[in-house]
């Protein structure tokens, strides 16, 4: 099939994109295309204005600003993997990139298509939601930030407003010997993961755990912090058995007994990987 007819815009600075969104609220933004396209071209959604966003200037960058990595929101996901700033102070992005899809859907796919997608298998918003991430979003009436806990709202639901464009992603820099670590399970490589799991491990001088994020994703409709089992894991040290603790934590619901397996199973390589 093909889509359904549209006007396409392709702007070349961000007020002009925004002054389009303005007048067409309904426009569909454009970014790497590798979820919208596939789904205009089965017309699963209608898109009467295309919104292509490849031309705009400014959005395609990587710094250090704030305590946090600012990335724009059109940073290819194959130059998260290239990016020495995210080696040095992100390496569990890194290790989320290079899951995502294979090298052709990495060459365009873009940072900010999948965090405003939202699929449930999705490895970069399963890392926005264990780092606690915070979006910039922009409108012809200024710029306001927003916590990815409340953006994210579902599969393909965000909470973008009418008009408005997601320009920027700051990520927490962790703090000096923060442990962290990224895993998923899929039928083969590459390929949507049936389970995946992401950690964040903050040491005591002794060695025990004293802070903890933990971050799931697969069987449920968007990736989901798990608060019960972050407590779990205070006082946690490294050597220490995780299996009787990840077994014991609490999964959200939706899951299957089999797939809530393949959580646990993730689970507990991410925690062996991250204090390895």
């Not at 710094?63 to 990335?71: D, F, K, N, T, V």
């Not at 939202?118 to 970069?124: F, G, K, S, V, Y």
């Amino acid at each position: 099939m093909k889509p359904a007819a549209f006007c396409y815009h392709a702007p070349r600075s961000l007020p002009e994109a925004l002054a389009i969104l303005e007048q067409h609220p309904e426009a569909r933004p454009l970014a790497g295309g590798q979820s919208l396209m596939p789904q205009l071209n089965a017309r699963q959604v209608t898109a009467p204005h295309l919104l292509d966003l490849n031309r705009l200037d400014g959005l395609d960058g990587i710094e250090e600003a704030e305590g946090c990595l600012r990335i724009g929101a059109m940073v290819r996901q194959a130059a998260l993997l290239r990016s020495p700033l995210l080696r040095r102070h992100l390496p569990v992005l890194v290790e989320a990139a290079v899951l995502v899809g294979h090298v052709a859907t990495r060459n365009r796919g873009t940072l900010g298509g999948s965090l405003c997608q939202l699929d449930p298998w999705a490895e970069l918003p399963l890392v926005a939601t264990l780092l606690d991430a915070e979006l910039e979003l922009a409108a012809p009436s200024g710029t306001r930030r927003l916590a990815f806990r409340d953006f994210a709202q579902g599969p393909g639901r965000n909470a973008l407003r009418p008009g408005e464009l997601l320009t920027h992603a700051r990520f927490p820099i962790p703090a000096a010997g923060t442990r962290q670590a990224f895993v998923e399970i899929a039928d083969r490589p590459n390929d949507p993961a049936e389970a995946a799991a992401a950690v964040s491990l903050r040491l005591g001088a002794a060695g025990e755990v004293t802070s903890a994020a933990l971050a799931v994703c697969g069987p449920f409709p968007m990736a989901r912090r798990l608060p019960e089992g972050e407590a779990m894991l205070l006082g946690w040290r490294p050597g220490a058995d995780p299996r009787p603790l990840v077994s014991g934590m609490p999964l959200p619901d939706a899951a299957d007994d089999d797939r809530a397996a393949m959580v646990r199973v993730a689970l507990r390589r991410a925690l062996e990987r991250a204090m390895a």
